[in-house]
């Protein structure tokens, strides 16, 4: 395919490749201790703050939750520089215009609340900083003072539904839409109820609460009305204001272009993913390149600070954005503001809710089932060719909250099974997230040692059933047959949550399953387990084949390419699945196709066709990406 050497070397640089150098090897700690944490908050500091303030606890509660869901983050700012457990901003503003382009999309007078806070409460600014209960405390006194500003009762009995607008207020939005948006974000959880342990070990209960909140109160607020993208040439749910920010689809000079191919999906190839990214790189940077047609595109950009969405490329066109064609011509690209190896600072709770209700709509829109099959990350996609694995991207990292997140979309990753683990069932990993704290490595890049712990989606998987055995090996990675490393993106020894894997082995605490064609190992106690099993469909190689082979794409067999369309050689990776082992199916009803699109055209060409044929793969869980089989080399049959 025409793809110019500037547009190759751009497709690796949209998130950071894998990169090996300076790491740990062997057998780490499989978890870390965390850094001291802060006085710990109990959950009756709530119940306290919003008696003496006057705020219904269940709205605080909500409030807090949809801010931050009760943690504190040991005292460190979010983006948009808000602090503590309701998010209170403490922002020079002559640095607006440095933090993430907010002059856009907040008030410049909120971006202090932290000190309005501390008129208000009498509390130093210091300690409403670092001490979640005087954080807490100066929640409630701003939303009390946002209550009483538009002329509405004040007092911890007073009804929940009557605080729309001071929840509303809360939000520190540009407009009107906006902040309607973060108000019914919170009623909604209200209406849920939630239930977690914070990072600093509390248990925190808000009890579901049915409330019909006065809507109209929004009308009050001293803020310009906003717009909705009903009429515009977004696809978005209304609720997210999303922007349309067009990637150019134009010619350069000697038959090049970019950044994109037009198409007509689902007609030339349905949209079985979404990938998620993270930019590394800051939104406007990242906004930047999407615009430049000799770099690469993708769907749809996220902010961190606040989960503004704009959109570039319209879901029927093949974005360049998963460093896979197959996978391009069959996906949408999500980027999230973001750098995986820092992980919580840039991760908000804000993009996570905003990226959920985008990835609901564009799936049931696109039928695309909402698992981790389907729901991707960049570092789950496959390499085309053997010579292209080790290149493959990381993203979104292991700090990126794969449970919380499906939880949003309503979809929670398998997590209860009456089933027990065995040789021959299919297990879902869900180690937790809050108090997953692995060992990780320079995350400052090479040499820097052991990262600040964090919160993990991972667990480590080794070589033998010993907590001090060298973990697994990856090929693709470590193409010397070395161990895998702790590395933040040496990702070739770990199973993140909500990955499948069939069981080889079991002994005692620890699970052996089959990955990247060898046995890996993981600890799971039946007190406290990482894995649960599940029925599915696995793959086995046919009977009298001593291996079977696993590629990164799905092209089909030669003689169904026409005349003038190059046959797309299909080469095997590095990988095999030898006889005995068995790999959980992710989809058994993918398309085998080639879409060809090597021209450039103002509409879509005549020459841009979807090249389909006989041979049929099934998508496998195969190691810790996704990879295909032939369905001529495997049975397909229930797992044990």
């Not at 050497?5 to 870390?32: E, H, Q, R």
């Not at 406007?284 to 993708?298: A, E, H, I, K, R």
């Not at 600040?452 to 989606?457: D, E, G, L």
């Not at 499948?500 to 005692?508: L, P």
Request: glycine share 10%.
């Amino acid at each position: 395919m025409l793809r110019r050497p500037k547009i190759l070397a751009a497709l690796a640089a949209v998130a950071l490749p894998i990169t090996l150098t300076g790491v740990s090897s062997g057998g780490p700690p499989a978890m870390a201790s965390p850094p001291p944490a802060p006085a710990a908050v109990e959950a009756s500091a709530y119940s306290a703050a919003a008696a003496k303030y006057g705020v219904p606890e269940s709205v605080l509660l909500a409030v807090s939750y949809s801010e931050s869901r009760w943690d504190d983050h040991r005292g460190a700012p979010s983006t948009s520089g808000g602090y503590g457990p309701m998010h209170l901003t403490a922002v020079d503003p002559s640095t607006v215009a440095d933090l993430s382009g907010q002059q856009k999309v907040v008030k410049a007078s909120s971006l202090r609340t932290l000190y309005t806070a501390s008129d208000l409460t009498g509390l130093d600014p210091a300690a409403l900083r670092t001490d979640a209960t005087a954080n807490i405390n100066g929640g409630a006194a701003l939303l009390a003072s946002y209550q009483r500003s538009l002329g509405l009762p004040v007092g911890a009995d007073t009804s929940p539904a009557q605080w729309y607008g001071a929840v509303a207020s809360y939000a520190e939005a540009g407009d009107k839409v906006a902040a309607s948006g973060f108000a019914d974000d919170v009623y909604s959880i209200m209406a849920r109820g939630a239930a977690r342990t914070t990072n600093t070990g509390q248990q925190v209960v808000m009890p579901a609460m049915a409330v019909t909140p006065d809507k109209a109160q929004v009308s009050k607020l001293s803020l310009p009305a906003g717009t909705k993208p009903a009429t515009s040439d977004v696809e978005c749910p209304p609720s997210l204001g999303c922007e349309w920010l067009p990637a150019p689809y134009s010619e350069f000079g000697a038959g090049d272009y970019g950044n994109h191919d037009l198409a007509n999906r689902p007609k030339t190839g349905k949209i079985d993913y979404i990938v998620i990214h993270d930019t590394e790189g800051t939104w406007q940077g990242v906004l930047n390149l999407v615009q430049d047609p000799t770099y690469v595109s993708w769907q749809y950009t996220m902010r961190s600070s606040d989960g503004h969405i704009w959109q570039h490329v319209k879901a029927q066109d093949v974005a360049w954005h998963a460093g896979n064609w197959y996978v391009n011509m069959h996906s949408i690209g999500i980027e999230h503001e973001g750098f995986a190896a820092q992980g919580a600072t840039w991760y908000t709770e804000s993009l996570y809710r905003n990226s959920a209700k985008l990835v609901s709509y564009l799936a049931a829109k696109n039928d695309i089932p909402l698992d981790r099959a389907h729901i991707i990350g960049h570092d789950q996609v496959p390499g085309t060719v053997p010579s292209t694995v080790r290149g493959m991207h990381w993203d979104p990292g292991p700090y990126w909250d794969w449970e919380h997140y499906f939880d949003l979309m309503g979809a929670p990753i398998w997590g209860k099974s009456v089933l027990p683990v065995k040789a021959g069932s299919i297990v879902t990993i869900k180690p937790g997230f809050e108090n997953n704290i692995q060992v990780v490595s320079n995350c400052n890049g090479p040499g820097t040692g052991v990262c600040t712990p964090q919160a993990t989606n991972f667990v480590y998987l080794r070589q033998s059933p010993d907590d001090n055995a060298p973990l697994v090996k990856d090929l693709g990675l470590h193409p010397d047959g070395s161990a895998g490393t702790t590395n933040v993106s040496d990702m070739g020894s770990r199973a993140a949550a909500g990955s499948q894997y069939v069981v080889a082995q079991r002994q005692g605490d620890w699970v052996a399953v089959w990955y990247l064609g060898a046995l890996a190992w993981f600890k799971s106690p039946a007190s406290a387990p990482d894995a649960f099993a599940k029925p599915g469909l696995v793959v086995k190689p046919k009977e009298g084949k001593t291996s079977v082979p696993v590629y990164g794409r799905a092209y089909h067999e030669k003689a169904a390419y026409p005349a003038n369309i190059p046959y797309q050689t299909v080469t095997p990776l590095q990988y095999s699945i030898g006889a005995g082992q068995a790999y959980p199916v992710g989809d058994p009803s993918i398309e085998t196709d080639y879409y060809r699109a090597v021209t450039f055209a103002g509409e879509p060409p005549a020459d841009h066709v979807q090249v389909l044929g006989q041979d049929r793969y099934y998508q496998i869980w195969f190691g810790h990406r996704m990879a295909y089989v032939r369905a001529a080399d495997v049975d397909l049959k229930p797992a044990v």
